[in-house]
């Protein structure tokens, strides 16, 4: 469906399930795939930690470990960076979605179908 590299979509979609596992101590997590006519949606929701809206204006940025991130050791804060670029060389597009603190959140991938 998707003309892309498939180690760079791998590491973009290991990183979002990882930070997923790492930081839903007790709940779900959901990967979805969507195909519309025009592109490949995969979201990867969780019922973790939740993200301030603070944060979530600032989510992508280098080198940025929000709250979560600052809790947990390891991590460079370089996983969602690389993950928005990757998915940007894509033509596609990634966002993070949360109610806010203590309601989970979702990250959503779109990519176009060539």
């Known amino acids: 469906f998707v003309i892309a590299d498939q180690n760079k979509l791998r590491q973009v979609f290991v990183n979002l399930i990882d930070n997923a596992v790492k930081y839903t101590k007790e709940g779900t997590i959901d990967v979805l795939f969507q ?4 592109e490949a949606i995969v979201s990867v929701s969780d019922t973790g930690p939740g993200i301030s809206k603070e944060e979530l204006s600032c989510l992508f940025d280098k080198f940025l470990r929000g709250a979560a991130g600052r809790a947990s050791s390891g991590g460079s804060g370089l996983g969602l960076y690389l993950a928005k670029k990757i998915v940007q060389e894509h033509k596609g597009s990634i966002k993070a979605n949360s109610k806010g603190l203590g309601y ?3 990250f959503v991938v779109r ?3 060539k």
């Open 35 to 38: 195909k519309t006519s025009k």
């Open 104 to 106: 989970g959140s979702v």
């Open 111 to 113: 990519l176009p179908i």
